[in-house]
T-cell receptor
Framework: GNSVTQMEGPVTLSEEAFLTINCTYT??????LFWYVQYPGEGLQLLLK?????DKGSNKGFEATYRKETTSFHLEKGSVQVSDSAVYFC?????????????FGQGTTLQVKP | KAGVTQTPRYLIKTRGQQVTLSCSPI?????VSWYQQTPGQGLQFLFE???????NKGNFPGRFSGRQFSNSRSEMNVSTLELGDSALYLC????????????FGPGTRLTVT
């Protein structure tokens, strides 16, 4: 079946450090891939997306590249800020079947210290 | 533009009772999806509605049901509540069906005692 696996958290970094959160997926066909972020006490917000192989999604300094050969969509940011502290979810939707069903990874908590 | 709103934000119910949660999508959005978030199971898809029709359903028992109205507002109902139904229920809207680009509400925190 379709699934998403993220690296275990929590991830604790100092401000201005480089961030990588690993995400790999299993899916039939060619899914669309997403990163969502959840700040404390809030719902999820779409951070970035990629819909086909080699696409790079980017937003607010975050980037992720759709790698079909390694079935990965790792999230990166060059210099994190305290305000980036949140839970990050990698997710996919299947292209076929016209479904909006998001399949999420388990989430990775990021804590950035000043 | 107003975001997705969910009511109520917090709810405490007793085992065996039923509950109805409400979701108002972003104006112009015609698709509404519901998700359950728990520490143990993470985020799980419940159902997706588009133009008052259920387009997709997750792997939940029949106690979980939903509907969508002509103005795209949606409700979900859980009957015969169990302790394990305690969770954050998130509603998300999108312009059309079949997209993972969804806009989430703040959620309804349901506690079953």
């Amino acid at each position: 079946g379709n699934s998403v696996t993220q690296m275990e958290g929590p991830v604790t970094l100092s401000e201005e450090a480089f961030l990588t959160i690993n995400c790999t997926y299993t899916a039939t066909g060619y899914p669309s891939l997403f990163w969502y972020v959840q700040y404390p006490g809030e719902g999820l917000q779409l951070l970035l997306k990629a819909t086909k192989a080699d696409d790079k999604g980017s937003n607010k300094g975050f980037e992720a590249t759709y790698r079909k050969e390694t079935t990965s969509f790792h999230l990166e940011k060059g210099s994190v800020q305290v305000s980036d502290s949140a839970v990050y979810f990698c997710a996919l939707t299947r292209r076929s079947g016209n479904t909006g069903k998001l399949i999420f990874g388990q989430g990775t908590t990021l804590q950035v210290k000043p | 533009k107003a975001g997705v709103t969910q009511t109520p934000r917090y709810l405490i119910k007793t085992r065996g009772q039923q509950v109805t949660l409400s979701c108002s999508p972003i104006s112009g959005h015609r698709s509404v999806s519901w998700y359950q978030q728990t520490p143990g199971q993470g985020l799980q898809f419940l159902f997706e509605y588009f133009s008052e029709t259920q387009r997709n359903k997750g792997n939940f028992p029949g106690r979980f049901s939903g509907r969508q109205f002509s103005n795209s507002r949606s409700e979900m109902n859980v009957s015969t509540l169990e302790l394990g139904d305690s969770a954050l229920y998130l509603c998300a809207s999108s312009l059309t069906s079949g997209t993972g680009e969804q806009y989430f509400g703040p959620g309804t925190r349901l506690t079953v005692t």
